[in-house]
């Protein structure tokens, strides 16, 4: 019940121990493609260009980023949380300049501002926000965001690391550009790799780059040749995480998304009032709280390390802690994929409980 990686399913754990074959046999090449469909689906989109990067969500972002970013060109960041200052800190690596558009951590970052940032820099190669800031709990709200990019030529770029296959995420409908992901969240496979979808005004962009992608590994013009009709070696792909990333998006798929959706919310409202009669705060911005991660504060006669240390040691329970400014402040209780149970939220609450009556 950490913030990732979640537990997967015995399914994925046998795919994992699948035999291995050559990742250009031609039983591979068609695991390859359902998994294409299958990622599809479950970004909601139609778009080309959607594989798994190998590598683990932050790969999915240095990818996201490495490809549409060239020297000198604005790109404007929404940061409230630790992955939203990673965003800002790849993009200045890259030589982009950085228009950062911040909130308090735990809050939102208001689209108003994000849009009033797009009006005064209409040049900017990408708008870029985090839909599930991991770090704080926060929910950003993206639709408003995709309608105001696609009037301009800026590019929309979502993380969607913690959000996928666990809330909504509608690349196509809320004209998301550049979206990302990780597997060991609400995919519930193993860390390993980064889903990641582009639409087509963003592969124009790529088309018509002026300079070479800076990153050989992650330049999707090569790694699209092996992905793509032509099969051409790029880097060993990584059979067995393909694998289970397959079988993991059979069981997304099988559960039904809208059904996977609800699991979530009602696993994360039953954990609310588990931990509310227990005396817990919630951190993130009331209204805008994600389902599958929930930072909250302990009540003040909890000790805050020696009882998340005694949930790990006695009732086997992980729970995250905070990060950055939020360090020995918070928990980070996740709710993710095969993790997110009625089971797991009732033992969670009877543990504590327990060690609260002493
Ligand atoms: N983005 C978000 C929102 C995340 O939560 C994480 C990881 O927790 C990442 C990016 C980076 O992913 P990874 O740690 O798999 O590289």
Same mark, same amino acid.
């Given at each position: 019940m950490g913030p990732g990686p979640s537990n997967i399913n015995a399914r994925v754990a046998r795919a994992l121990s699948a035999p291995l074959i050559g990742h250009l046999d031609p039983y591979f090449l068609e695991v390859m493609d359902e998994v294409v469909q299958m990622l599809r689906l479950v970004f909601q989109t139609k778009n080309r260009l959607t594989i798994p990067i190998s590598g683990t969500g932050s790969a999915g972002m240095e990818a996201a980023f490495v490809n549409f970013i060239e020297p000198g060109d604005k790109a404007i960041i929404g940061i409230n949380g630790l992955f939203g200052q990673r965003m800002a800190d790849i993009c200045q690596r890259l030589g982009a300049k950085v228009i950062a558009v911040e909130a308090?951590?735990?809050r939102i970052v208001e689209p108003g501002s994000l849009t009033r940032a797009l009006k005064a820099h209409a040049d900017a190669r990408v708008l870029a926000v985090v839909h599930a800031e991991t770090s704080t709990g926060a929910w950003q709200p993206l639709a408003e965001l995709g309608e105001a990019c696609a009037r301009s030529e800026t590019l929309f770029l979502v993380d969607a690391v913690t959000s996928l296959a666990g809330c909504l995420v509608k690349v196509d409908e809320w004209r998301i550009d550049i979206c990302y992901s990780g597997?060991?969240?609400?995919?519930?496979?193993?860390? +390993? %790799?980064?889903?990641?979808?582009?639409?087509?005004k963003a592969v124009q962009v790529l088309a018509g780059r002026k300079s070479k992608v800076s990153s050989w590994y992650l330049d999707l013009g090569l790694i699209m040749k092996y992905w793509g009709k032509e099969r051409v070696y790029h880097h060993t792909g990584p059979v067995s995480m393909i694998y289970a990333l397959y079988e993991g998006l059979r069981l997304v798929l099988e559960e039904g998304?809208?059904?996977r959706f609800a699991r979530h919310r009602w696993v994360a409202e039953l954990l609310e009032e588990r931990l509310n009669s227990l005396g817990f705060v919630y951190y993130a911005q009331p209204g805008y709280r994600l389902p599958m991660l929930n930072a909250v504060k302990p009540p003040k006669n909890l000790d805050i390390h020696h009882t998340r240390k005694r949930l790990l040691s006695q009732y086997n329970v992980e729970l995250g802690g905070g990060l950055g400014p939020l360090k020995d402040k918070i928990w980070r209780? +996740? %709710?993710?994929?095969?993790?997110a149970t009625k089971?797991?939220?009732?033992y969670l609450a009877a543990a504590l409980a327990e060690i609260m009556n002493g």
């Open positions: 308090d951590w735990g597997t060991q969240k609400c995919l519930s496979v193993p860390p +390993g %790799l980064a889903p990641l979808t582009v639409s087509d998304l809208e059904e209780i +996740g %709710l993710m994929g095969e993790s089971e797991n939220v009732d």
